[in-house]
């Protein structure tokens, strides 16, 4: 073995996909090529500016400059716990139901590290956030993939697992608004993971990066809404997409309490936690007025618009997504998700993610991100019209 090799582990991960991605739009950026990606959800306005001053005030006081406390600061927890109130009529305990994170990331990568042991099972959903299988590959363990069944409104089918899968699963990773279809949680389906995850004893990770971002009226429920899902369940709440704050990394975990003191158990062990100023703005976000989101969302629906226009003009059938800044597309005919992603990358200059990125039940798919300036967006989509029709 060489000096530099990566741990079996590490080894047995795909590179992370937008490092795949970032590193070929360098190369055709080096070359000097105008590329337009529409392939990252990285939001592109920048963070509310209540949220910046809140940052400006608090990262002025030395009294923020020390250590954090892993617990997170308490105007962080009571924030989180009124929002939650407020928006989604879910009663938390501040103490001991809440705890910041760095990122939604973190959080679900270290929840692998604090759940699971070599040869448990993770349920991942398939196509799903990278973070679900390589959290538990990178922890010892093994992911098993839940396909998403697009005539069930892509959820999994839970009548047809795997029982042997159920009763070596630990942990299951679960998103709506979903992250890459932009599918939303269809009626009943929380119940029913309550109910197996109860029968099989799981704990539901529900990763909701997206529940502040959707449109036409639609208002998305927190999974812990669902009755028993305290019980059984933790949220990820990430302030990222909802608050322009990608670059901050401010998330919390929120739900069952033991869940939650295994998950700081782990943590006081591999961080030192969030900086308290951007605790102290994620508060500021969680408390501040919701127009700012509300004239986002307006930004991301016409985009979006915009986007399910040019695919139909060009033949692509594709409905409108109730939430996330993704749509979600069939390939044309002929093509695989990666043949297609690189004709237009080649034709057009334009990066779409090929789903097969997201599991293999993303094949057949590309992704289409709506968070790129309007005159960036409407760029690639004319040159996507221009060599695709
Ligand atoms: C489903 C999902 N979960 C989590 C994240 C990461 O969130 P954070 O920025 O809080 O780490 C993303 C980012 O794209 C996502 O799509």
Known sequence: MALTD???????????????LERRVADKRAAGVDVVSL???????????????????????????RYPSNRGREEFRTALASFYASRFGVTIDPDSQAMP?????????????????????????????????????????????????????????????????????RLMFLNYPNNPTGAVVPDGFFERVVALARAHEILVVHDNAYSETTFDGYVAPSFLATPGAMEVGVEVFSL?????????????????????????????????????????????ALSGPRTA???????????????????????VVVQPPKGTIYVWAPVPEGHTSV?????????????VSPGSMYGPSGEGFFRISVTTPDERLTEGLE???HHLS
């Open 6 to 20: 990566p741990s079996k582990r590490l080894e047995a991960i795909p590179p992370y996909m937008f490092a795949e």
């Open 39 to 65: 392939g990252i959800g990285d939001p592109d306005r920048p963070t509310y500016p209540h949220i910046v001053e809140a940052m400006r005030e608090a990262v002025a006081d030395p009294a923020n400059h």
């Open 101 to 169: 994170a760095i990122g939604a990331k973190e959080c679900i990568y270290n929840l692998c590290f604090a759940f699971l042991d070599p040869d448990d099972i993770a349920l991942a959903a398939d196509p799903g956030y990278p973070v679900y299988t390589g959290g538990p590959t990178l922890a010892g363990a093994r992911p098993v993939l839940m396909p998403l069944v697009g005539e069930l409104g892509f959820v999994p089918d839970l009548e047809r697992m795997d029982r042997m899968a159920l009763d070596s699963a």
């Open 240 to 284: 990222s997409k909802g608050f322009n704050m990608t670059g901050w990394r401010c998330a919390a975990i929120v739900g069952n309490a033991d869940a939650i003191r295994t998950y700081w158990r782990l943590k006081t062990n591999v961080d030192s936690g969030l900086f308290e100023a951007v605790q102290l703005a994620g508060a500021a």
């Open 293 to 315: 989101v509300e004239e986002m969302n307006e930004i991301y629906a016409r985009r979006r618009d915009l986007v399910v226009g040019t695919l139909r003009e060009i033949g």
């Open 339 to 351: 043949s297609f992603a690189e004709l237009v990358l080649e034709e057009a200059a334009v990066v």
């Open 383 to 385: 040159r996507i019209r």
